[in-house]
Each structure stands twice: as C-alpha cells, then as structure tokens.
C-alpha cells in the first residue's frame, strides 16, 4: 500500500491491458530487430486488438444500458408515481411515432411515448370490458341451455307414452305387404313422431290477480283525472277572478278619469261665465256712465237756456263748460273691477244726480234759488 503523501493511483483494468500491450509490442520489437527481417506483422494482430477494445467499451455500454433499464421498471413496477412523471432514460430513448396511434401493427414498439400508451391502455380497458360482457353472455346462455336441456327432458318423458315403437313396426309391415315395397331401415336414423301435448296455460284465461289490478289501475286512473279536474278549475277560477279584479280596476280609472274631466269643464264654464257676467257688468256702468253724462250734458243745456233768459252771462258759463268738458279725463271701463250690488243700486251718488235732482234742487228753484246753490256753483265755476 502506498504512503499518504503519494501521488500514486490505483491501476485499472484497462491500464493494465495497456501496459501488457505495450510490454508484448515492445517484445516483439526486440525480436524483431535480432531477428533478420521478415514480412510486415499480419493484420490479424491489430484487428485483434480493435476487437479487444470494442469488446471492452460494448460491455461497458451494455452495462449502463442495463443499470438505466433496471431504474426504469423499478420506477413503473414499485413506485407509486404519476405516469407524466416518468422520464425516460438517457441510454433508452423516446420513440417518436409518427401518425395515429391505432395504425400501430402488433409488433411496433410504443413503451416510452406517452400518448401511444394511454392509447393503449383506453384500448385494453374497452378489450377488458367486452371480455366481461361476453362472459357474462356466456353464463346466461350456459343457464338458459341447462333451462332448455331440462325441458327437454321432460317433454321426452311426457311424449313416450303418445307413441310407441311396436305401433310403428306394425304400421311399417301392413304397408310393405299392401304395397309390396320394402322399407329400408336403414335409411331411417329417426322415426317421426307427432306429440300432441296438453297446453300448460290456455291463453283464454287470465292470472288470478287480473281482475284486482285492473279495479286497482281503473281507480287511480279515476282519482288521476279527478285531480287534474280541481287543478283545472282552481287555475280557471283564479284566471277568472284575475280578469275581473283588472276590469274593475278598469272601470275605476275609467269613472276617475270621467269625474276629472267633468271637474275640470265645470270649472272652465264657471270661468267662461263669470268672464261673461264681468263683461256685462262693464258695459252696463259704461252705459249707465254714459246716460249719466247724457243727462248732465242735458242739464247743463237746460240751466244754459234759464240764463240767457234771465240775462245771465251765458256765452263765457257755457264756454266754460265745454273747456271744462273737453279737459275732463276719459276713464277707460274695462279696468275697472266688477261693481258690488250697493254700487249697482246707488251708481250716481258720486255726481249728486239723485231722484231730488229734478225737484226742489239746484235746477228746480233756478240759479242761487234754495238751499242748493252751491252745487249750481260747483257745475258753473
């Protein structure tokens, strides 16, 4: 063993085979040299180390191969892990086939592409699954021929004493003499026989419990309709009541919207006649103004005549009078607000003119005459 501090390995194999090699080359270059010369070495020696050398890395390769493939089926065989999980190894590559996995013939390689796998085992699980069903197809059918063998059985057993082999042969010989032809038995492997069997259920009769699950399907048919019927009588009754409450909530708009309008045009013939009785009202103060001033016009005529008769000053009174008339403001009627009924009855207290104005007053007793003389004044200043 070599000492700590060395700088020596350990000598592998191939090292080894290295050195003997070198060794033998060297050997035989010394022979070759003492020797005298001969022929150039055969080619079989160098071939035979290149086979050597190939021999050595082919079983190192062969080995990582191995050692890869081990890990793989140690991971899909015992690991618990996802199928996307799995990665191929480095000396098994992926195999890429190309086009759709069904067109894979029997004997291609698909372990190692994911999607041809999957393919694969969906297609297994349907194969699974038609295998079950077949199976179970099978162990009907096996049941229902074991049926069928038993009846058989027993439709043999009940047809034997219909027909009997002695009345057969009986039957054969009378013909074979009455025709005179022999029958071949031979040729005959089964005779033919007609079993008339008794009918097990005569179709003209029904099970015992017809007649009480008829009375049973009758009743819940008659309770089914019932039903029906109440339900298409409350739906039709509500509709009903549904329709009239809207008529009626119908109607009372309708009267609202009557009582409105005939509100609203009694209140526009109220308007039209109170505008109607203020017009009235106004031209009949314009009229009574106007015959107000007519008879001041008069009475002022007729206390003109007095005073030329007297000898008055007449011609400056009455120039007065029309300077005083011409200066008067004219009132404008339409604005004046509608007159009360104490003004209707009392409209020419204002001016003085009333009942006594033709009496004893100011134009009865003549100019200055009586008590009223200064009203004659207040009409001549």
């Given at each position: 063993m070599p000492p700590k501090g060395s700088t020596s390995r350990r000598r592998t194999k191939q090292q080894?085979?290295?050195?003997?090699?070198?060794?033998?080359?060297?050997?035989?270059?010394?022979?070759?040299?003492?020797?005298?010369?001969?022929?150039?070495?055969?080619?079989?020696?160098?071939?035979?180390?290149?086979?050597?050398a190939d021999v050595m890395s082919f079983r190192t390769l062969g080995i990582q191969r191995l050692m890869h493939n081990v890990e793989l089926m140690e991971n899909v065989t015992e690991k618990w892990i996802h199928m996307d999980a799995i990665k191929s190894s480095s000396?098994?590559?992926?195999?890429?086939?190309?086009g759709?996995?069904?067109?894979?013939?029997?004997?291609?390689?698909?372990?190692?592409?994911?999607?041809?796998?999957?393919y694969k085992a969906k297609v297994l699980k349907k194969q699974l699954k038609e295998e079950k069903k077949l199976q179970r197809e099978m162990k009907r059918s096996n049941e229902?021929?074991?049926?069928?063998?038993?009846?058989?059985?027993?439709?043999?057993?009940?047809?034997?004493?219909?027909?009997?082999?002695?009345?057969?042969?009986?039957?054969?010989?009378?013909?074979?003499?009455?025709?005179?032809?022999?029958?071949?038995?031979?040729?005959i492997s089964e005779p033919y026989t007609h079993k008339a069997l008794?009918?097990?259920?005569?179709?003209?009769?029904?099970?015992?419990?017809?007649?009480?699950?008829?009375?049973?399907?009758?009743?819940?048919?008659?309770?089914?309709?019932?039903?029906?019927?109440?339900?298409?009588?409350?739906?039709?009754?509500?509709?009903?009541q549904?329709?009239?409450?809207?008529?009626?909530?119908?109607?009372?708009?309708?009267?609202?919207?009557?009582?409105?309008?005939?509100?609203?045009?009694?209140?526009q013939q109220q308007q039209q006649q109170q505008q109607q009785q203020l017009l009235?009202?106004?031209?009949?103060?314009?009229?009574?103004?106007q015959q107000q001033q007519q008879q001041q016009r008069e009475i002022l005529l007729q206390s003109q005549g007095q005073q030329q008769q007297q000898g008055f000053g007449i011609t400056g009174n009455?120039?007065?009078?029309?300077?005083?008339?011409?200066?008067?403001?004219?009132?404008?009627f339409s604005l004046l607000p509608p007159p009360d009924d104490d003004d209707d009855v009392n409209a020419d207290d204002g001016l003085g003119l009333g009942d006594d104005a033709f009496g004893d007053g100011v134009f009865g007793s003549g100019v200055g005459g009586g008590d009223d003389g200064d009203e004659d004044n207040r009409f001549l200043i």
């Open positions: 080894i085979a290295a050195d003997q090699q070198r060794q033998n080359a060297q050997q035989q270059a010394a022979n070759n040299a003492q020797a005298p010369p001969a022929a150039a070495p055969p080619v079989d020696a160098q071939v035979q180390i290149h086979d050597e000396a098994y590559p992926k195999i890429d086939i190309k759709d996995p069904a067109s894979l013939k029997p004997g291609e390689l698909y372990f190692g592409d994911l999607k041809v796998m999957k229902l021929l074991k049926v069928n063998k038993g009846l058989t059985n027993i439709i043999n057993q009940l047809a034997k004493p219909v027909v009997s082999e002695t009345e057969i042969t009986e039957a054969e010989s009378q013909f074979q003499t009455l025709t005179q032809k022999h029958i071949k038995t031979s040729t008794k009918e097990s259920y005569p179709s003209n009769e029904a099970h015992a419990s017809y007649w009480d699950e008829l009375r049973q399907l009758k009743i819940q048919q008659a309770q089914l309709s019932l039903r029906e019927a109440k339900e298409r009588e409350l739906r039709e009754l509500a509709a009903e549904a329709r009239v409450l809207q008529e009626e909530q119908l109607q009372r708009e309708n009267r609202e919207r009557e009582e409105r309008e005939r509100v609203i045009m009694l209140e009235l009202q106004q031209q009949q103060q314009k009229q009574q103004q009455s120039l007065l009078l029309q300077q005083s008339l011409a200066e008067e403001p004219q009132t404008d």
